[in-house]
């Protein structure tokens, strides 16, 4: 009789630990969706979902290409020579990471769109970064890199060391759009405009939807008296 009430007890632990477990997944995804997406209103169509034989097509994420399929890439850096810079977001405590213009592995560091504008040129930098569940975020992880991305609020700092010029950034918009909306690639050549891109909810292998961070430069003198 004692052997057996040890047993049930030890697999009482187990499936409790299970369980456990299993919420600690995917909570943060349930949480994305009762607070954090309810502060970001979600522009443009919904997603119509890729099948193959009647099952949705799996796409590798880490790839820059597969978050924006309808897209056609413009690939247009002919203006400089650099590959590659940095990127900090001083909130998130991402320091100084490196962003791959043109780059596709997301796995190996940020990736800026091609085509898009280079930082502190008229246009838009866009700029994707991976995520998964925040739990496991890490700065000096590429896989993890953008896992807090929905913490950022407006006027929060990111900044850009780029060819030897540090550029700031104050964020001035945050939304949802879905894969099939490929607006904010475009260019507004009416001042220096930086987008950040991750996959929300963080973490949700689905990746219905991309959350968009978008921030304009501060004027040279601005951003010098403000230090």
């Known amino acids: 009789m004692k052997k057996k009430k040890i047993i049930r007890f030890f697999a009482f632990v ?23 997406s309810k502060n970001y209103e979600t522009l443009l169509t919904p997603l119509v979902l890729e099948s193959t034989k009647g099952q ?3 796409l590798d994420y880490t790839k820059a290409s597969n978050w924006f399929p309808e897209a056609q890439e413009d690939v247009n850096f002919s203006e400089s020579k ?9 909130k998130l405590k991402i320091d100084n990471s490196t962003v791959a213009i043109g780059g596709e592995d997301l796995s190996k ?4 769109y091609p085509g898009t504008a280079l930082p502190g040129k008229l246009g838009n930098s866009v700029i994707f970064g991976h995520s998964i569940l925040p739990i496991f975020f890490d700065p000096e992880n590429y896989m993890s890199i953008f ?10 700092d990111i900044d850009i060391s780029f060819d030897g010029v540090v550029y700031k950034y104050k964020v001035e918009e945050i939304f949802e759009i ?9 260019q507004d050549k009416s001042d220096s405009f930086l987008t950040l891109v991750t996959c929300v909810p963080p973490g949700d292998p689905r990746k219905p939807k991309r959350l968009i961070i978008r921030a304009r430069i501060v004027p040279p003198d601005l951003a010098y008296n403000a230090n």
Do not use: A, C
Not at 17 to 36: A, C
Not at 147 to 156: A, F, G, R, V
Not at 178 to 186: K, N
């Open 147 to 156: 896992s807090t991305l929905p913490t950022l609020k407006t006027q929060d």
């Open 82 to 90: 650099v590959s590659f810079y940095s990127l900090s977001i001083p």
């Open 109 to 112: 560091s940020l990736v800026q």
């Open 56 to 58: 949705p097509q799996i």
């Open 14 to 36: 187990f499936g409790l630990s299970g369980l456990v477990l299993l919420v600690s997944s995917f909570w943060p995804i349930i949480q994305y969706q009762l607070n954090e």
């Open 178 to 186: 879905y894969p099939t909306d490929i607006q904010i690639l475009q």
